[in-house]
């Protein structure tokens, strides 16, 4: 697997362009900075980037920052960002690498826990439909920070999605193994949710040069129309 892996990012990767030596730099910096290598793989980021111009994503919200490696991904897709972060060492990595890669216009990082930011951007969404001057709707929720909170942070992302727009949970599978005896995962109550349809996508992941292999998978869901089967 670990093979097959190498030849994949070599094979699908950029290299020798603007966006590969971004990332490159969002690594090092953050690895140099202290921050823990525990970002989505490349190959994850290249999948995100193209699953946000599947469905011409003007607006995503990422919960859970770290140093900004997802965020310039889904900024390289040509989408507006808005990433959250609790942490404020990772937020100011984050700053850096995205300003580095020339995306400053075009990610937002909101410092604070996404338990408070979350409401608050409903809140505006909920004054853009009435017409008010705020935010609105996203096309994209990607959901990577404690896993313990997977179940709130959907629940809010299913009200900050635009009918017809995305959730993608990273780790949600190993979340449910982990955690699964201790409490109702968010794989668990998914099924049982109005307004979604939501599937389970299984994954090794073997990057990083970690020797041993996991077993993951993440979520993605499709919010459907108020009202819709
Ligand atoms: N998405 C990033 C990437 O791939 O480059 C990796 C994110 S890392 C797995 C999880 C991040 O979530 C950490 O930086 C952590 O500080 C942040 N986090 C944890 N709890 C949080 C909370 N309650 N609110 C906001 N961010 C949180």
Not at 89 to 101: D, L, T, Y
Not at 161 to 186: F, H, M, S, W
Request: aromatic share 6%; charged share 15%; glycine share 10%.
């Amino acid at each position: 697997i670990q093979q097959i892996d190498s030849q994949a990012h070599a094979a699908l990767l950029p290299t020798n362009t603007p966006l590969a030596t971004a990332l490159s730099h969002a690594l090092t910096n953050s690895a140099a900075q202290g921050l823990p290598p525990i970002t989505i793989s490349p190959l994850q980021g290249q999948y995100l980037a193209i699953q946000a111009q599947l469905i011409s994503a003007r607006r995503v919200l990422e919960v859970g920052t770290l140093g900004g490696y997802s965020s310039i991904w889904f900024a390289s897709s040509g989408a507006h960002v808005t990433s959250l972060e609790i942490d404020a060492h990772h937020c100011a990595v984050a700053v850096e690498n995205v300003q580095r890669a020339g995306y400053s216009d075009s990610v937002d990082i909101v410092l604070g826990d996404a338990m408070d930011t979350l409401p608050r951007l409903a809140a505006a969404a909920a004054g853009a439909a009435d017409g008010k001057d705020s935010q609105g709707l996203f096309d994209l929720v990607f959901i990577d920070a404690d896993w313990d909170m997977q179940v709130e942070y959907f629940a809010w992302a299913v009200q900050l999605v635009r009918p017809g727009g995305c959730i993608y949970v990273d780790n949600a599978v190993r979340a449910a193994l982990e955690q699964g005896a201790a409490k109702e995962t968010l794989v668990d109550r998914v099924g049982g949710m109005e307004g979604v349809q939501a599937t389970l996508v299984s994954v090794v992941s073997g990057h990083k040069g970690r020797e041993e292999q996991m077993f993951d998978g993440f979520l993605l869901a499709i919010v459907k129309e108020k009202g819709g089967a």
